[in-house]
Protein backbone atom coordinates (compact mmCIF):
# COMPACT_ATOMS: atom_id res chain seq x y z
CA UNK A 1 0.00 0.00 0.00
CA UNK A 2 1.96 2.74 -0.92
CA UNK A 3 2.05 6.18 1.31
CA UNK A 4 0.41 9.41 0.60
CA UNK A 5 1.76 11.13 -2.73
CA UNK A 6 1.76 14.75 -3.04
CA UNK A 7 2.86 16.13 -6.29
CA UNK A 8 4.36 18.56 -7.84
CA UNK A 9 7.50 18.51 -4.49
CA UNK A 10 8.61 21.59 -5.47
CA UNK A 11 6.72 24.11 -7.08
CA UNK A 12 7.69 28.05 -8.25
CA UNK A 13 5.05 30.45 -9.30
CA UNK A 14 5.58 34.07 -9.63
CA UNK A 15 3.55 36.47 -8.67
CA UNK A 16 -0.16 36.55 -9.90
CA UNK A 17 0.04 32.95 -11.10
CA UNK A 18 -2.13 30.04 -10.32
CA UNK A 19 -0.43 26.94 -7.90
CA UNK A 20 -2.06 23.25 -8.28
CA UNK A 21 -1.62 21.19 -5.82
CA UNK A 22 -2.26 17.48 -5.73
CA UNK A 23 -2.78 15.05 -3.30
CA UNK A 24 -3.37 10.80 -3.76
CA UNK A 25 -4.54 9.19 -0.35
CA UNK A 26 -3.73 6.31 0.61
CA UNK A 27 -5.66 3.16 -1.04
CA UNK A 28 -9.23 3.03 1.05
CA UNK A 29 -8.85 6.21 3.31
CA UNK A 30 -11.66 8.17 2.30
CA UNK A 31 -10.85 11.46 4.55
CA UNK A 32 -7.97 13.74 3.22
CA UNK A 33 -6.97 17.14 4.86
CA UNK A 34 -4.51 19.68 3.88
CA UNK A 35 -2.17 21.53 6.06
CA UNK A 36 0.29 25.10 5.65
CA UNK A 37 3.22 25.06 7.21
CA UNK A 38 4.98 28.80 6.84
CA UNK A 39 8.17 29.34 7.28
CA UNK A 40 9.51 28.65 11.42
CA UNK A 41 5.78 27.78 12.06
CA UNK A 42 3.73 25.40 12.81
CA UNK A 43 1.45 23.49 10.58
CA UNK A 44 -2.44 24.82 10.48
CA UNK A 45 -5.03 22.88 9.14
CA UNK A 46 -7.04 24.12 6.24
CA UNK A 47 -9.63 22.37 5.03
CA UNK A 48 -11.10 18.57 5.46
CA UNK A 49 -12.49 16.56 2.46
CA UNK A 50 -14.22 13.21 1.71
CA UNK A 51 -15.19 12.46 -1.57
CA UNK A 52 -17.18 15.18 -3.31
CA UNK A 53 -17.96 16.82 -0.20
CA UNK A 54 -15.58 20.02 1.28
CA UNK A 55 -16.67 19.04 5.46
CA UNK A 56 -14.66 21.67 7.37
CA UNK A 57 -12.96 24.80 4.98
CA UNK A 58 -12.40 26.81 8.57
CA UNK A 59 -8.76 26.88 7.78
CA UNK A 60 -9.14 28.41 4.57
CA UNK A 61 -8.42 32.04 3.51
CA UNK A 62 -11.39 33.41 2.74
CA UNK A 63 -10.00 34.21 -0.98
CA UNK A 64 -7.96 32.58 -3.66
CA UNK A 65 -8.00 29.27 -2.05
CA UNK A 66 -10.11 26.38 -3.17
CA UNK A 67 -10.17 22.58 -2.10
CA UNK A 68 -12.01 19.81 -4.01
CA UNK A 69 -11.92 15.93 -3.95
CA UNK A 70 -14.02 14.51 -7.01
CA UNK A 71 -15.34 11.09 -7.14
CA UNK A 72 -12.26 10.04 -9.50
CA UNK A 73 -8.58 11.25 -9.12
CA UNK A 74 -6.44 12.79 -6.77
CA UNK A 75 -7.30 15.76 -4.40
CA UNK A 76 -6.68 19.71 -5.89
CA UNK A 77 -5.26 22.14 -3.43
CA UNK A 78 -5.98 25.63 -5.84
CA UNK A 79 -4.44 29.04 -5.26
CA UNK A 80 -5.05 31.46 -7.52
CA UNK A 81 -3.01 34.76 -7.99
CA UNK A 82 -0.66 33.78 -5.69
CA UNK A 83 1.44 36.33 -3.78
CA UNK A 84 4.76 35.78 -1.90
CA UNK A 85 2.73 34.94 1.44
CA UNK A 86 1.64 31.64 0.14
CA UNK A 87 5.31 30.48 0.15
CA UNK A 88 5.01 27.71 2.21
CA UNK A 89 5.05 23.90 2.63
CA UNK A 90 1.89 22.15 2.06
CA UNK A 91 0.65 19.37 3.70
CA UNK A 92 -1.90 16.59 2.45
CA UNK A 93 -3.23 14.09 5.55
CA UNK A 94 -5.30 11.12 4.71
CA UNK A 95 -7.18 9.22 7.16
CA UNK A 96 -9.28 5.71 7.25
CA UNK A 97 -11.02 7.13 10.49
CA UNK A 98 -8.60 8.49 13.06
CA UNK A 99 -4.83 8.32 12.56
CA UNK A 100 -3.65 10.61 9.94
CA UNK A 101 -1.20 10.04 7.60
CA UNK A 102 1.19 12.48 5.82
CA UNK A 103 2.28 12.76 2.71
CA UNK A 104 5.42 14.48 1.82
CA UNK A 105 4.55 17.59 1.23
CA UNK A 106 4.77 20.33 -1.72
CA UNK A 107 6.85 23.18 -1.08
CA UNK A 108 6.06 26.03 -3.26
CA UNK A 109 8.07 29.24 -3.64
CA UNK A 110 6.28 32.34 -4.85
CA UNK A 111 8.93 34.75 -6.35
CA UNK B 1 -8.76 28.77 21.15
CA UNK B 2 -7.70 25.48 20.34
CA UNK B 3 -3.13 26.02 21.70
CA UNK B 4 -1.25 23.20 21.68
CA UNK B 5 1.95 24.14 23.20
CA UNK B 6 5.24 22.24 23.33
CA UNK B 7 8.39 22.39 25.93
CA UNK B 8 11.14 22.86 25.44
CA UNK B 9 11.17 24.45 21.95
CA UNK B 10 14.88 22.65 21.73
CA UNK B 11 16.93 20.24 23.65
CA UNK B 12 20.31 18.68 22.88
CA UNK B 13 21.03 15.51 24.85
CA UNK B 14 24.26 13.13 24.93
CA UNK B 15 23.17 9.75 22.65
CA UNK B 16 22.26 6.95 25.00
CA UNK B 17 19.93 9.20 27.69
CA UNK B 18 16.00 8.95 28.53
CA UNK B 19 14.32 11.82 27.33
CA UNK B 20 10.42 13.18 28.01
CA UNK B 21 9.05 15.63 25.70
CA UNK B 22 5.80 17.71 26.70
CA UNK B 23 2.91 18.60 25.26
CA UNK B 24 -0.43 20.62 26.34
CA UNK B 25 -3.39 21.66 25.03
CA UNK B 26 -6.44 24.00 26.39
CA UNK B 27 -9.76 21.96 24.92
CA UNK B 28 -10.25 18.90 27.33
CA UNK B 29 -12.59 17.96 24.66
CA UNK B 30 -10.12 16.15 23.10
CA UNK B 31 -10.89 13.42 20.24
CA UNK B 32 -7.26 11.57 19.92
CA UNK B 33 -3.37 12.93 20.41
CA UNK B 34 -0.75 11.96 18.07
CA UNK B 35 3.01 12.10 18.07
CA UNK B 36 4.60 12.79 14.86
CA UNK B 37 8.81 13.19 13.83
CA UNK B 38 9.59 15.95 11.38
CA UNK B 39 12.97 15.53 9.44
CA UNK B 40 14.09 18.75 8.08
CA UNK B 41 12.45 19.35 4.65
CA UNK B 42 10.40 16.24 4.58
CA UNK B 43 7.20 15.50 5.35
CA UNK B 44 5.97 13.91 8.46
CA UNK B 45 6.23 10.30 10.43
CA UNK B 46 3.72 9.07 12.70
CA UNK B 47 4.39 7.85 15.90
CA UNK B 48 2.50 6.94 18.04
CA UNK B 49 -1.52 7.26 17.73
CA UNK B 50 -3.74 7.66 21.33
CA UNK B 51 -7.55 7.67 21.25
CA UNK B 52 -8.99 9.96 24.05
CA UNK B 53 -10.50 6.90 26.30
CA UNK B 54 -6.34 5.61 26.10
CA UNK B 55 -4.25 6.88 28.78
CA UNK B 56 -0.91 5.54 26.73
CA UNK B 57 0.48 4.11 23.71
CA UNK B 58 4.09 2.12 23.36
CA UNK B 59 6.33 1.29 20.31
CA UNK B 60 10.11 0.23 20.96
CA UNK B 61 11.38 2.90 22.56
CA UNK B 62 8.70 5.09 22.59
CA UNK B 63 5.87 5.68 24.93
CA UNK B 64 3.24 8.13 25.00
CA UNK B 65 0.96 9.40 27.93
CA UNK B 66 -1.98 11.39 27.89
CA UNK B 67 -4.15 13.05 30.71
CA UNK B 68 -7.03 14.48 29.65
CA UNK B 69 -7.88 16.07 32.99
CA UNK B 70 -4.34 18.16 33.11
CA UNK B 71 -4.42 18.79 29.28
CA UNK B 72 -1.20 17.35 28.75
CA UNK B 73 0.76 14.47 27.21
CA UNK B 74 4.20 13.32 26.77
CA UNK B 75 6.66 11.47 24.66
CA UNK B 76 9.46 9.14 26.55
CA UNK B 77 12.16 8.30 24.57
CA UNK B 78 14.30 5.65 26.28
CA UNK B 79 18.24 5.47 25.37
CA UNK B 80 18.44 7.95 22.88
CA UNK B 81 20.17 7.99 19.32
CA UNK B 82 21.76 10.07 17.28
CA UNK B 83 18.76 8.85 14.47
CA UNK B 84 16.22 10.28 16.92
CA UNK B 85 17.63 14.00 15.83
CA UNK B 86 14.94 15.21 14.07
CA UNK B 87 11.62 17.70 15.20
CA UNK B 88 8.92 16.36 17.22
CA UNK B 89 5.13 17.55 16.91
CA UNK B 90 2.35 16.40 18.84
CA UNK B 91 -1.52 17.44 17.44
CA UNK B 92 -4.70 17.16 19.15
CA UNK B 93 -7.42 15.75 17.18
CA UNK B 94 -10.44 18.07 17.44
CA UNK B 95 -13.80 18.56 15.82
CA UNK B 96 -13.93 16.42 12.31
CA UNK B 97 -10.49 15.04 13.86
CA UNK B 98 -8.61 18.23 12.49
CA UNK B 99 -5.71 18.15 14.24
CA UNK B 100 -4.17 21.41 16.00
CA UNK B 101 -0.77 20.87 15.97
CA UNK B 102 2.29 22.51 18.21
CA UNK B 103 5.20 23.93 17.45
CA UNK B 104 7.52 21.10 17.96
CA UNK B 105 10.35 20.06 20.17
CA UNK B 106 13.75 20.20 17.94
CA UNK B 107 15.92 17.16 19.37
CA UNK B 108 19.69 16.93 18.74
CA UNK B 109 20.95 13.71 20.38
CA UNK B 110 24.81 14.16 20.48
CA UNK B 111 26.91 10.90 19.56
Redesign the interface.
Known amino acids: NAGVMQNPRHLVRRRGQEARLRCSPMKGHS?V?W?RQLPE?????MV?LQKENI??ES?MPKERFSAEFPKEGPSILRIQQVVRGDSAAY?C?S?PV????????T?LTVL | KQEVTQIPAALSVPEGENLVLNCSFTDSAI??L?W?RQDP??????LL?I?SSQREQTSGRLNASLDKSSGRSTLYIAASQPGDSATY?C?R?G??????????TKLNVKP
Do not use: C, M, V, W
Open positions: HYYEGLKFYIDGFASDEQFFGPGR | YNQFGKGLTSLQLAGNFNKFYFGSG
